[in-house]
């Protein structure tokens, strides 16, 4: 069993919809991030976040809005995705603190836009 | 800029026998951590291996093994008696920031094990 939890699984959603991709880690760790992947495209990463505080945004669309209330939570906030946006949305998490720890990943969220 | 580079799209095996997966990657930092994952088809990618620019043992762990060479920045993974079960999409990556954190992902090698 993953410790970085993913909900839901699978979402289809329009594009004048407004919806939310959920993480949750059980490892303790202190970084989070959220990364994006497209068919036939290498992982993008979209945030991180250290300490609950956003470190890195990589010039991802507004239309994307995250949300660390904790350092065990991570929310995507969704609204007014575009047909490109439909991807696999994977969550991950790490020790954070300069080490190059590994990231733990979630089984992601595989996101339609009709 | 870093760049990681998997040439090999996709491979195809027949049990048992060894393959390798190439991975070569571009940084100009001389302290860089260089990463392979597995991504089965439940989605998750699995961490396999970490290792530092300063440590160029190759390593083993039961039918893997990693061959890190920084002459031809090259970081390759070699399963051997590859098995069904190893079907997968094989990430490689490299971080050098100083947070250790903006990973920059290969572009993966799917790996289909027939039996």
């Known amino acids: 069993e993953t410790g970085v939890t993913q909900t839901p699984r699978h979402l289809v959603m329009g594009m004048t919809n407004k919806k939310s991709l959920k993480c949750e880690q059980h490892?303790?760790?202190?970084?989070m991030y959220w990364y994006k992947q497209s068919a036939k495209k290498p992982l993008e990463l979209m945030f991180v976040?250290?300490?609950?505080?956003?470190?890195e945004n990589n010039s991802v669309p507004s239309r994307f809005s995250p949300e660390c209330p904790n350092s065990s939570h991570l929310f995507l906030h969704l609204h007014t995705l575009q047909p490109e946006d439909s991807a696999l949305y994977l969550c991950?998490?790490?020790?954070?603190?300069?080490?190059?720890?590994?990231?733990?990943f979630g089984d992601g969220t595989r996101l339609s836009i009709l | 800029a870093q760049k990681v580079t998997q040439a090999q799209t996709e491979i195809s095996v027949v049990e048992k026998e060894d393959v390798t997966l190439d991975c070569v990657y571009e940084?100009?930092?001389?302290?860089?951590?260089l990463f392979w994952y597995k991504q089965p088809p439940s989605g998750e990618l699995v961490f396999l291996i970490r290792?530092?620019?300063?440590?160029?043992q190759n390593e083993i762990s039961g039918r893997y093994s990693w061959n890190f060479q920084k002459s031809t920045s090259s970081f390759n993974f070699t399963i051997t008696a590859s098995q069904v079960v190893d079907s997968a999409v094989y990430f490689c990556?490299?971080?050098?920031?100083?947070?250790?954190?903006?990973?920059?992902f290969g572009p993966g090698t799917r790996l289909s094990v027939l039996p």
């Open positions: 940084t100009r930092d001389t302290t860089y951590y």
């Open positions: 976040y250290n300490f609950k505080e956003q470190t």
């Open positions: 290792r530092n620019s300063f440590d160029e």
């Open positions: 990556a490299l971080s050098e920031d100083n947070y250790g954190q903006n990973f920059v």
């Open positions: 991950a998490s790490s020790q954070g603190g300069g080490e190059h720890q590994p990231q733990h």
């Open positions: 490892l303790g760790h202190n970084a």
